[in-house]
């Protein structure tokens, strides 16, 4: 008979622990800031580098700072959103992805884009890259580029 009542206690406060109490999350200019700092070196040796700030079941913000053109990609799930935080360097979306692989998480990735639209980008820049669309950065040779990327997922 003593475990019924502690049965009905657990049972009562269960959703209590279930359930995450919405908080805001600050990211401060200056943390942004230092945080892409911080990722410039190992940017320099390895051409790219990148931190997760948040993520959370609708979306993910991170930061990313490359010193090297990337490959191509197609996100299947997500949307990019980018913002440009340093430097600069040109956008190429559309077209068909060269060499194209596509993994078991639907991601598509490739060497190049072939018959995509070019546009630069650069510090200040805000940019939007839709699920499905083919995209490239690609850099000068000693350039450092920096944005503040929120991927976007399905609902």
Sequence with gaps: ???IPILAIAT???????????????FSGSEVASQI??????????????TTLGDYKTHAIKLSVRNASGGA????????????TRGKARLVT???VLNAKTGNDGETK?????????????????????????HQ????????????VIKVREG
């Design 12 to 26: 009562l406060t269960f959703p209590c622990f279930s359930q995450t109490p919405s908080t805001a999350q600050v």
């Design 94 to 96: 559309g077209g068909t």
């Design 37 to 50: 700092s911080a990722l410039v070196p190992a940017a320099r040796a390895t051409g790219s580098s990148g």
């Design 110 to 134: 490739g060497s190049g884009i072939q018959d995509g639209k070019l546009q630069p980008i650069v510090k200040g820049d805000i940019v939007h890259i839709p699920a499905g669309t083919p």
């Design 1 to 3: 008979m003593k475990l």
């Design 137 to 148: 950065l690609l850099l000068a040779p000693g350039d450092v580029f920096g944005a503040i």
């Design 73 to 84: 990609e197609v996100h299947a799930h997500y949307d990019d959103i980018f913002i440009v």
